[in-house]
């Protein structure tokens, strides 16, 4: 059975850094896409940023130049690098991967950006 599980939540302050990290544990066919998306208290899950399997990325435009995701196709690992964190970041965040045989999430990692 195919899981994803996340790592690197936590709280930081206005302007610090996290790395989130997705794991992929079991086999699993063709990769479409491997992204994150995010859900703050009352609001709905909305994209944060998404590579796919030609390296091609998108961002949500309120993470552009701040964010960046990456893979490591060896370690079956997504990357999303969170930079200048702002008190809005503050959410819950999901890793998710789209294939060819169906669409994959991990359980939510927590990231609270706060003074």
């Known amino acids: 059975q195919v899981q994803f599980v996340e790592s690197g939540g936590g709280t930081v302050q206005p302007g610090g850094s996290l790395r989130l990290s997705c794991a992929r544990s079991?086999?699993?066919?063709?990769?479409?896409?491997m992204g994150w998306y995010r859900q703050a208290p009352g609001k709905e899950r909305e994209l944060v940023a998404r590579?796919?399997?030609?390296?091609?990325?998108n961002y949500a435009d309120s993470v552009k130049g701040r964010f960046t995701i990456s893979r490591d196709n060896a370690k079956n690992t997504v990357y999303l690098q969170m930079n200048s964190l702002k008190t809005e970041d503050t959410a819950v965040y999901y890793c998710?991967?789209?294939?060819?045989?169906?669409?994959?999430w991990g359980q939510g990692t927590e990231v609270t950006v706060s003074s």
């Open positions: 079991g086999s699993i066919s063709s990769i479409y896409t």
């Open positions: 998710n991967v789209v294939t060819i045989g169906g669409n994959y």
């Open positions: 590579i796919y399997n030609n390296g091609i990325t």
